[in-house]
């Protein structure tokens, strides 16, 4: 559904919502919201934790039901969902979304020797800052000043020249 099909439906059950004749549950197993684009530049320094992520209860709208659980399983003959913890949500359109998580040890040979040593993911805020700090106690390319010829006017790491390109454009190969 696009942007403009969705808020076109939200202005159509808006007055149902309003008015209590229509309800809509979200549950999740939780209460974080990562914005996954921010992650590229939490290794960097450019982002943190707390750039890359929000309350997801918060960012849910006041007439929505926010449910912090984890589904047990769906009995579509009875139009129920179950919760880990035996309470029950009844339905009468169920949408499922199942997000994503990160099973790094599915593609083969990335988990082996060197896996978060001298190879990483950044898929995650765990992997991301865990990557962030392996970048900061290594020198990548072991070059100093003098390795550089006498025009170079200094050294920036990666984290320097995104602060010094922001607002440009920024092609990653």
Same mark, same amino acid.
Not at 9 to 24: D, E, F, K, N
Not at 56 to 65: C, N
Not at 82 to 96: C, G, N, T
Not at 125 to 152: H, Q
């Given at each position: 559904?696009?942007?403009?099909?969705?808020?076109?439906?939200? $202005?159509?059950?808006?007055?149902?919502? +309003?008015?209590?004749?229509?309800?809509? @549950?979200?549950? %999740?197993? #939780?209460?974080?919201? !990562?914005?996954?684009?921010?992650?590229?530049?939490?290794?960097?320094?450019?982002?943190?934790?707390?750039?890359?992520?929000?309350?997801?209860?918060?960012?849910?709208?006041?007439?929505?039901?926010?449910?912090?659980?984890?589904?047990? $399983?769906?009995?579509?003959?009875?139009? +129920?969902?179950?919760?880990?913890?035996? @309470?029950?949500? %009844?339905? #009468?359109?169920?949408? !499922?979304?199942?997000?994503?998580?990160?099973?790094?040890?599915?593609?083969?040979?990335?988990?082996?020797?060197?896996?978060?040593?001298?190879?990483?993911?950044?898929?995650?805020?765990?992997?991301?800052?865990?990557?962030?700090?392996?970048?900061?106690?290594?020198?990548?390319?072991?070059?100093?000043?003098?390795?550089?010829?006498?025009?170079?006017?200094?050294?920036?790491? !990666?984290?320097?020249?995104?602060?010094?390109?922001?607002?440009?454009?920024?092609?990653?190969?």
């Amino acid at each position: 559904m696009t942007r403009a099909e969705t808020s076109k439906r939200s $202005r159509l059950y808006a007055p149902s919502i +309003r008015a209590g004749r229509t309800r809509i @549950s979200i549950v %999740d197993q #939780d209460d974080e919201h !990562v914005y996954q684009p921010g992650l590229l530049f939490v290794p960097f320094g450019i982002y943190s934790r707390e750039k890359v992520t929000r309350v997801r209860h918060r960012q849910v709208h006041r007439d929505v039901t926010y449910v912090y659980g984890r589904i047990h $399983r769906v009995v579509t003959a009875e139009n +129920r969902v179950y919760l880990s913890d035996q @309470s029950a949500i %009844d339905y #009468d359109v169920l949408i !499922v979304a199942t997000g994503t998580r990160v099973v790094p040890e599915e593609t083969e040979g990335l988990t082996g020797a060197g896996w978060r040593e001298s190879m990483s993911d950044f898929y995650t805020v765990e992997a991301a800052t865990a990557l962030r700090e392996k970048l900061a106690l290594v020198d990548m390319f072991g070059l100093a000043r003098d390795d550089f010829i006498e025009e170079l006017e200094g050294i920036i790491t !990666v984290g320097e020249f995104y602060q010094l390109a922001a607002g440009g454009q920024i092609i990653f190969t």
